[in-house]
C-alpha cells in the first residue's frame, strides 16, 4: 500500500477540497477517474485511509466538464471538514494511504 502525503491548504480549509496533484499520475489507479458529474460517470472508487480519521473513506475523483482534465481532488469531500477539526491548520501535512 503507497501513502501520498498531501499539505494543507488555507483554500483547502475554505473549500473542504484537497489538492492531489502532488500525488501524481501514478497514485491513484486510472479507473478512480470518474466523470465531471455523479450522473454522467462514477469512477471506481478508491478507499482513503486519512491519518487523523478513525475511518476510511471511499472516493473518486472528478474531471472538468468543458476540459476533460483530472479536477485534482475528490469528488467527495465531507470528510475534509472532520479532518479539520482535529487540529489541522494551514501548512501541515496530511498522510493518506489509497487502496
Known amino acids: 500500500m503507497e501513502t501520498a502525503v498531501i499539505e494543507l491548504t488555507a483554500s483547502a480549509i475554505k473549500e473542504h477540497r484537497l489538492d492531489i496533484r502532488a ?18 460517470r462514477i469512477g471506481n472508487p478508491v478507499t482513503l ?23 485534482w481532488f475528490f469528488r467527495e469531500r465531507s470528510w475534509v471538514g472532520d479532518l479539520i477539526k482535529i487540529n489541522y491548520r494551514p501548512g501541515r501535512y496530511l498522510s493518506t494511504s489509497a487502496f
Not at 485511509?49 to 479536477?71: C, H
Open 49 to 71: 485511509i486519512p491519518q487523523g480519521l478513525s475511518r476510511s473513506v471511499k472516493t473518486d475523483i472528478p474531471i472538468d466538464k468543458r476540459s476533460g482534465r483530472i479536477r
Open 23 to 40: 500525488c501524481g499520475n501514478e497514485f491513484f489507479p486510472i479507473d478512480a477517474i470518474g466523470g465531471s458529474s455523479k450522473k454522467i
